[in-house]
């Protein structure tokens, strides 16, 4: 999160792009006031800005006086390489997967030290998840973070270990130790799992969508009710994932 | 497209915001140089400008020195509403509709008077489309441009009108009146078609999504290879977007 302070030094550019900044999932709409504390902008800088990007489309206006995030930004958004290559190659293979498993699947990619989902399908009938496009999750607490860890080299580790490993159920894996010793065993079988770890009652199963040079581009993961489905579903993924990793090659 | 022109009492904001409009899907990736021409400035402007939108992630650098759009607008960007509730909503609805039909799926919005698509589904097996997610199809040529066209009402079809109905094919319609009694035709049955008039070998039906109020909140739309084929699946296509006019109310 950018914003949250202003500095009198910062430049015209810097500010607009933190009155962007003020919008996430859990603050889609705004009151010029919100916008105002959380970019740590006066109000009549944060007036002036919010009208120029309401102008161009970035914002647009709600009938209660507050703020959201415009069509001509998502148009724009949509040219972002990482997602759109790897989403329009992913996903014959997630309707196929969807097709035959009818759970919910999620396709991330490495964004920080979380993986970011870029895209879902979701069923009616799977558990339900709280996962949105465009949100992010622990590395070390999902099936999709765990396949993308595994197989991104010790610098990343070191990052996600060092500030300590959050726990999101009584199951999350905190040891950073217990956390190497799976994350070899997802080297050597080409899954990941998440036992509860990351929501009570929900496990997921994951692979990671490599590059030619062994570098990882992302991961698709299964999420599901309980244990004995992940074994059924486990080959699945793993398939889908080798076949989006040979078609984006 | 903004920004092609940049005159001196521009503000900062407005030209950083002319950097990103140069974006666009022909043209994903652009140098330096190309920036400064497409948005009007000089050069050493549209370097500073592109340096800030890549330290804030904005802009991604390629290998070849060129810049693309980068992961922190795409994100910002799924915030939008228009796209982000409408789309939740059908996704459902458009994966039945896939799977009973396996054929290429469309979901789209008004912008400006042009029909902006906020979702697809493409088939290996289904006639190849050139519809972007992002991309843009003109409202008196497609399916679901007159699903749109047909529920919005006089003023829009004049601002459609009023430049002239461009000829994409042999097929396309380009007199006013004929267009006025096919919109009509569209309002009674509640399915739009377009015949080879957008693409030569593309046919495609589209039903309207609709507010309780009685505006059009976007189309959903099938494209098919053959005239036969749009029979069959004008009521499935119909059917799922009543239920999507149903799930959003």
Redesign the interface.
Known sequence: M?GRTNTPGQ????R??SV?DC???AH??LSLTEVATRSGLPVSTARR?IN??RD?G?L?RLADGRY????R????????????GLREAA??YM?DL??ATQENLQLT?L?GTQA?C?EK????KAVPTHT???GRLPLHATGVGKAILAFSGEELLRAVVEPGLTRMTPHTITQPGRLAAVLNEVRRSGVAYSYEEMTLGAVSVAAPILRLDGGVRGALGIVAHSRAALDRLAPAVRTAALGITRSTH
């Open positions: 950018a430049t015209v550019s810097r607009l792009l962007l919008f996430d999932v889609p709409a800005l120029e990007l161009w970035g647009e959201r995030i415009g069509m930004l998502w148009t724009i958004g949509t040219l972002a390489p990482q997602q759109r996903l014959p309707h969807f097709q990619v964004e970011l870029i399908i979701s069923s009616t949105h496009i465009g």
